[in-house]
């Protein structure tokens, strides 16, 4: 009964290749989130849905592309991954946008070799 | 441009003293802020949360100080246990700008000596 669950944990991967990560939530929650973190640690936000509405859109390559099939699925589709990409991404839910406690998943390590 | 700064990557703290984290903002729209604590392989999970109306909240053991004029916060555990051991990220937003979006610091890892 996980609240955010993220699929794959681990993900390997060649320059160049396309790969998705999904999220789910199960807590009702209107927004979701899609965050980086980096080799430096910090915890960078990349994407936000309410409704299934962008609500934040960062500078990120076009090359990411969320998609909101739903209020309770998130998923992240990178194409033509770069060794730059290799991060920890989170995906975290709340009830509203800003103002409220984010529930996060537990991350993905994407290594790209 | 690096708009929450935790400074101190790490911190040790004897079991059973205070733990003192400390965060840094320069942004002086952010008016609401929140302590996130992370164990390895798991996402960081909520703490504690301050407005920026309030200059202390407290939770259990854990408080939150505001510092408004200082643009400074901290969080307070008393007493440290070593389950309290994990990275503990600040994040801030602005509740009024609309841009929906928290400013993580970069953490600090403390570690509770048993």
């Known amino acids: 009964d996980t609240a955010v669950s993220q699929t794959p944990k681990y993900l390997v991967t060649q320059m160049g290749n396309d790969k998705s990560i999904k999220c789910e939530q199960n807590?009702?929650?209107?927004?979701m989130y899609w965050y980086k973190q980096d080799s430096k640690k910090f915890l960078k936000i990349m994407f936000s849905y309410n409704n299934k509405e962008l609500i934040i859109n960062e500078t990120v390559p076009n090359r990411f592309s969320p998609k909101s099939p739903d209020k309770a699925h998130l998923n992240l589709h990178i194409n033509s991954l770069e060794l730059g990409d290799s991060a920890v991404y989170f995906c975290a839910s709340s009830q509203f946008p800003v103002s409220d406690t984010q529930y996060f998943g537990p991350g993905t390590r994407l290594t790209v070799l | 441009d690096q708009q929450v700064k935790q400074n101190s990557p790490s911190l040790s703290v004897q079991e059973g003293r205070i733990s003192i984290l400390n965060c840094d903002y320069t942004n002086s729209m952010f008016d609401y802020f929140l302590w996130y604590k992370k164990y390895p392989a798991e996402g960081p999970t909520f703490l504690i949360s301050i407005s920026s109306i309030k200059d202390k909240n407290e939770d259990g053991r854990f408080t939150v100080f505001l510092n408004k004029s200082a643009k400074h916060l901290s969080l307070h555990i008393v007493p440290s246990q070593p389950g309290d051991s994990a990275v503990y990220f600040c994040?801030?937003?602005?509740?009024?700008?609309?841009?929906?979006?928290?400013?993580f610091g970069t953490g600090t890892r403390l570690k509770v000596l048993a």
């Open positions: 994040a801030a937003t602005s509740t009024t700008s609309g841009t929906y979006k928290y400013i």
């Open positions: 807590l009702g929650h209107d927004t």
